[in-house]
């Protein structure tokens, strides 16, 4: 295969599956890593890609910020494992506070009717699942909701974080990796999740392997600051290693 099909054939593989990584398109067209690299610089250069760490993805998804609806219909299985992982960080009688994402609103849907345990979100489906638990104490932190995420945001939300002190922040994110910290397409939504972060003493990370290398708009954070990330194996070894040297323990499961 000459350069140019290789070429237009991954730009038709990042259209359809939303992003590329260099390991499985060498794996794919039985090149080296280095060879792909530097198709995807040519692809950069001409506009038809835009590379980020360990990858690429098509030119108008950089910014693009999924429906909630969308977002819940893509890696559902590794998403449901990583909700059952992080049922093993509940507190025991403690608080918790669940950032607004997909995989926190699975976890939400995971939890044990009769736990006992105090509960803020600022996310309108997970406090809705989690009403019915008779056994949970539930605060819903309100403020102007994004449809896009039903999650509420600006003043009234970051005042309502900067007074409390949770014993665990379950925390969600758009995307992640050692260089580029933790990303989301929206300043206020990352606004949010900076004052998240700081509210808790144990910061855990939800985020399917997908959303490593992915860099966003808005940087709200760094990996140094999570105590725990509970991801998938599509995550590299090595990559979870690099995170590791960050002081952040890595689950992939």
Same mark, same amino acid.
């Given at each position: 295969?000459?350069?140019?099909?290789?070429?237009?054939?991954?730009?038709?593989?990042?259209?359809?599956?939303?992003?590329?990584?260099?390991?499985? #398109? /060498? @794996?794919? $067209?039985?090149?080296? &890593? %280095?060879?792909?690299?530097?198709?995807?610089?040519?692809?950069?250069? +001409?506009?038809?890609?835009?590379?980020?760490?360990?990858?690429?993805?098509?030119?108008?998804?950089?910014?693009?910020?999924?429906?909630?609806?969308?977002?819940?219909?893509?890696?559902?299985?590794?998403?449901?494992?990583?909700?059952?992982?992080?049922?093993?960080?509940?507190?025991?009688?403690?608080?918790?506070?669940?950032?607004?994402?997909?995989?926190?609103?699975? #976890? /939400? @849907?995971? $939890?044990?009717?009769? &736990? %006992?345990?105090?509960?803020?979100?600022?996310?309108?489906?997970?406090? +809705?699942?989690?009403?019915?638990?008779?056994?949970?104490?539930?605060?819903?932190?309100?403020?102007?909701?994004?449809?896009?995420?039903?999650?509420?945001?600006?003043?009234?939300?970051?005042?309502?974080?900067?007074?409390?002190?949770?014993?665990?922040?379950?925390?969600?994110?758009?995307?992640?990796?050692?260089?580029?910290?933790?990303?989301?397409?929206?300043?206020?939504? /990352? @606004?949010?999740?900076?004052?998240?972060?700081?509210?808790?003493?144990?910061?855990?990370?939800?985020?399917?392997?997908?959303?490593?290398?992915?860099?966003?708009?808005?940087?709200?954070?760094?990996?140094?600051?999570?105590?725990?990330?509970?991801?998938?194996?599509?995550?590299?070894?090595?990559?979870?290693?690099?995170?590791?040297?960050?002081?952040?323990?890595?689950?992939?499961?």
């Amino acid at each position: 295969m000459y350069a140019a099909e290789r070429q237009q054939e991954i730009v038709r593989i990042a259209r359809e599956s939303g992003r590329v990584d260099v390991v499985s #398109l /060498a @794996a794919e $067209f039985r090149v080296t &890593a %280095e060879t792909v690299r530097r198709d995807l610089k040519t692809l950069d250069r +001409a506009g038809m890609l835009r590379r980020v760490h360990g990858g690429a993805i098509p030119v108008g998804h950089f910014e693009l910020e999924p429906d909630l609806s969308e977002r819940e219909s893509t890696a559902g299985e590794e998403k449901a494992r990583i909700a059952q992982a992080a049922l093993e960080e509940l507190p025991a009688d403690g608080s918790v506070v669940l950032d607004a994402g997909t995989t926190t609103g699975q #976890l /939400a @849907a995971a $939890f044990p009717l009769a &736990a %006992e345990l105090t509960v803020l979100t600022h996310a309108l489906p997970l406090a +809705a699942r989690l009403a019915d638990h008779p056994a949970i104490d539930l605060h819903l932190v309100g403020g102007r909701v994004r449809h896009r995420t039903r999650a509420a945001v600006d003043d009234w939300a970051l005042r309502t974080y900067r007074e409390i002190n949770a014993d665990v922040l379950f925390l969600a994110t758009n995307g992640f990796s050692p260089e580029g910290g933790l990303t989301t397409p929206d300043l206020a939504e /990352a @606004a949010v999740k900076r004052e998240l972060i700081a509210a808790a003493r144990r910061v855990v990370l939800l985020a399917d392997s997908s959303k490593h290398g992915q860099e966003h708009f808005a940087r709200f954070g760094r990996l140094s600051q999570i105590d725990l990330l509970i991801t998938d194996t599509g995550l590299d070894p090595a990559t979870a290693r690099d995170i590791e040297a960050q002081g952040t323990e890595v689950a992939r499961v």
